[in-house]
């Protein structure tokens, strides 16, 4: 018998695996919801549709700082393909947390 076998029986440890590749890809789908939640904040801002994200709780106030401090004019739009990573990866997210579920 191996000395860690006995280590064990004195003090057992919780040995629970941590994947640790799902947890860095939700770190990076978090991001990246972030980043397009903030261009749709300065979109909005900028005389385009209405957006307000749980994001950044005064997204209103920043997106006019925002485009007032960047002296941008005209009308907001964002285009019709933006983030498709973004979508790709909410269903990869999806995957893990029914997998965390189980």
Known sequence: ???????????????????????????????????YD????????????????????????VGKKIVTSLKLTGVGKMPANTYPALHAGQNILNQANRKAQL
Do not use: C, W
Request: no cysteine.
């Open 38 to 61: 903030m261009e749709e904040v300065i979109v909005a801002a900028a005389g385009g549709p209405n957006f307000e994200t749980d994001s950044f709780p005064n997204s209103k106030e």
């Open 1 to 35: 018998m191996t000395l860690q076998k006995y280590v064990k029986q004195v003090s057992p440890r919780n040995e629970s695996y941590v994947n640790h590749v799902d947890k860095i890809q939700t770190i990076k789908e978090t991001y990246k919801q972030a980043a």
